[in-house]
């Protein structure tokens, strides 16, 4: 009877053993599958967004003005799709050439002190960016403050190891601690301005949503689909002054039919003749934009963020990654 006992009971445990090892190695593969439906889920939704961009591009074709503004479908989210009973996904486009391009601070091949109008200290898109940081509402820097975070910026793009005038190179980053080295090629994610010098906490916040990384330096600013405060950072060449809260709202709120009729407006009424360089940093259509997705199966919510780069009709994701509390998304290499 004693054996039978023990018998009983090292089976016992046995079955409690098993049964504790079975949950757990069936909600582990449960788990597993329900995130890799999840991620086809998020992939479809990349295909859609693709679509839509495509169907966007064929009907500018046949209308025969290419140009891209918020009135479009691509930049209105649709409703949440159902996913037979299971779940819901949902997405939205943003246009990346609604933002100010970082590595564009640097021309690309330009040897250091090349690629500016002769005269000026700054290249039209440092000017520009000036101009913005002094537009940053509450975190908005004086004049110099600016001029220094541009040129430190433009010291971490370059090639070389020569501080510009306010910038900063590997010396000035030996000297900290922890110690490191300034990057030296176009950024890959915003959150590289976070090592730059002179770029505070809080400026950093301050432009998240203003500014991305692209790979194409040469991108133009997307006048339809910038926002006010990206707009006060037009201005005359040269001029360093940020237009006012007034002049922005007023430029955002019109909808212009090219570039031209945009700088025609009497904000910059006596200024046209001045704005050459500026012109060529503008546009009125985009090949980059920032898929964000979102997909709820079994409970459980999944995100995707994608950057994707339409060329004519071909849609590619050139990035995917993830996205932190600000808003913020990177590079997690070619896709």
Do not use: C
Not at 34 to 61: N, V
Not at 276 to 292: A, H, M, W
């Amino acid at each position: 009877m004693i054996v039978a006992m023990l018998v009983f009971a090292l089976a016992a445990s046995l079955v409690v053993a098993m049964k504790s090892e079975f949950n757990r190695f069936f909600e582990r593969t449960a788990n597993i599958l329900l995130a890799e439906q999840a991620q086809a889920y998020l992939r479809g939704a990349e295909d859609l967004a693709a679509m839509a961009l495509i169907r966007d591009y064929d009907k500018d074709k046949a209308e025969g003005q290419e140009r891209d503004d918020l009135s479009e479908d691509w930049a209105r989210p649709p409703p949440p799709f159902a996913l037979d009973g299971i779940g819901w996904m949902k997405g939205e486009l943003r246009d990346l050439q609604g933002r100010f391009n970082l590595n564009a601070l640097v021309e690309s091949g330009v040897p250091k002190g090349e690629g500016r109008a002769i005269g000026r200290r700054f290249t039209s898109a440092q000017e520009q960016f000036i101009r913005l940081l002094q537009a940053l509402g509450d975190a908005a820097v004086s004049e110099q403050e600016a001029k220094a975070i541009t040129e430190s910026i433009s010291d971490w793009l370059d090639a070389d190891s020569e501080p510009l005038q306010d910038g900063a190179e590997e010396n000035f980053y030996y000297g900290l601690t922890p110690a490191y080295r300034a990057a030296n090629r176009s950024m890959t994610s915003v959150s590289e301005l976070r090592a730059v010098a002179n770029v505070t906490p809080e400026i950093y916040q301050a432009l998240l949503p203003w500014v991305t990384v692209l790979p194409d330096a040469a991108t133009t600013l997307n006048i339809h689909t910038a926002e006010p405060t990206l707009l006060r950072s037009i201005n005359a060449d040269g001029d360093l002054t940020p237009l006012s809260e007034a002049d922005g709202e007023s430029l955002g709120e019109a909808l212009f039919q090219d570039k031209n009729e945009f700088l025609a407006s009497p904000v910059f009424a006596g200024k046209q003749e001045r704005m050459v360089e500026i012109k060529k940093r503008l546009g009125v259509e985009s090949d980059y934009f920032l898929l964000e997705a979102q997909v709820e199966v079994a409970g459980r919510e999944m995100r995707l963020y994608s950057v994707l780069h339409r060329q004519n009709r071909t849609i590619k994701a050139i990035a995917r990654g993830p996205i932190d509390e600000f808003g913020l998304w990177q590079f997690d290499g070619p896709s």
